[in-house]
């Protein structure tokens, strides 16, 4: 509708204006403009917010609509609560066995304790051997970075757990450093294998002991690896399958395994306390071993004598037979056993001294006992 028939007198659509009403409508709205822009809008025309559609008004029902509302529960009116009634509900045991209740403090408490126990089983990093819980061994796995090799058959390794998931690498920082490492790495005996012996405490090394450990250094060190963990032994080191995956598949490789077939160790030939991991893989442990030998590779390199190899195999001597001869030998150095030290002339008529005076102390003590009883006798 026009904005001119609004400011009309009648409200209604009357057709055209006229040029009057033109003019009436033009100076009631110039005068409507200045009381509106002066004044406010309580001068308006009144016949204009009289006429004016209210978009929000909706007429009331009729009567008999009205009678057909059924009227509201009792149970759905709600009325406004106090605080104080509100407290009451705390020592209401009621109120705690509606469902909405027991959900609401059952979740929670359920979803603590899986947390605790996520973290528990797989994402607590273990400092030391000492820190390992007996449940762990022969049932979990751990993984970590190796941080250096100090045996051709072991290795420190800096437990991670989670790996790059729980952000080790890329959010949590693995220390390198001897000085922060101090304390918080994992001894790690490498299950199923012997490698040749160093020279420790003054006993020879054996051949290709040093093959051994640089090839271990260079096949692990600074890498991740997994071990299957599975008892300490009396160094308190941890006995472990030791897992680690190499380009360009990635696929895992057992380090022990490696090691047998490219004959830089031997399989563990302990009486007790050997670890294999199971019969099955004892078994494919000697099999590497046996065919390191038939192939004549590392340790076993120039075993054979006579022309073209054909000549009796030459025997070498194990890392157990080298511990065992170095045990019966007893305290060595360079190879060489220590004589005992010469017992001296004092040291040697100490025994007939002690003998002598034990004679004289009981000789005077006879005499003694026969005055004491003379003595006795005399009226």
Request: glycine content about 8%; aromatic content about 10%.
């Amino acid at each position: 509708m026009p904005w001119g028939l609004w400011a009309s007198p009648t409200g209604k659509d009357e057709g055209t204006p006229s040029p009057s009403s033109s003019t009436k409508y033009s100076s009631t709205t110039s005068t409507t403009s200045v009381n509106h822009s002066n004044h406010g809008i309580h001068n308006m025309p009144s016949n204009f917010l009289s006429n004016s559609p209210r978009p929000t008004e909706r007429a009331p029902p009729p009567a008999a609509d009205m009678a057909d509302i059924p009227p509201i529960p009792p149970q759905l009116k709600k009325r406004a609560i106090s605080w104080n009634d509100s407290l009451w509900t705390l020592i209401d045991w009621q109120h705690y066995q509606e469902p909405r209740s027991i959900v609401l403090y059952t979740l929670p408490t359920i979803g603590a304790f899986a947390l605790f126990g996520i973290w528990r089983s797989f994402l607590r990093r273990f400092r030391g051997t000492a820190y390992i819980s007996p449940g762990f061994f022969r049932r979990r796995t751990l993984l970590g970075k190796v941080t250096s090799v100090g045996d051709g058959d072991n290795f420190h390794f800096f437990h991670t757990p989670g790996g790059r998931l729980a952000g080790w690498g890329w959010l949590r920082r693995v220390p390198m450093v001897r000085k922060e490492l101090k304390d918080r790495t994992i001894p790690i005996r490498i299950a199923g294998i012997d490698a040749p012996e160093g020279a420790h405490f003054g006993r020879p090394a054996q051949p290709y002991s040093s093959e051994a450990l640089q090839w271990l250094r260079n096949y692990i060190l600074g890498k991740r690896v997994r071990a299957r963990i599975y008892r300490k032994d009396q160094y308190d080191r941890v006995v472990a399958t030791v897992f680690v995956r190499k380009p360009p598949f990635f696929l895992r490789k057992d380090v022990g395994l490696e090691m047998l077939k490219l004959g830089l160790a031997t399989t563990y030939e302990a009486k007790t306390g050997a670890e294999f991991g199971g019969p099955k893989m004892e078994q494919v442990y000697k099999n590497a071993e046996a065919a390191a030998r038939r192939k004549g590779k590392g340790m076993w390199a120039n075993t054979l004598t006579g022309f073209f190899g054909l000549g009796r195999r030459r025997e070498i001597e194990s890392p157990r037979q080298y511990k065992d001869r170095m045990r019966a030998a007893g305290n060595t150095i360079l190879g060489k056993k220590t004589a005992a030290p010469k017992a001296t002339t004092a040291t040697k008529k100490a025994p007939a001294v002690k003998r002598e005076t034990a004679a004289a102390a009981k000789k005077e003590k006879t005499k003694a006992t026969a005055a004491d009883s003379t003595v006795a006798k005399m009226p």
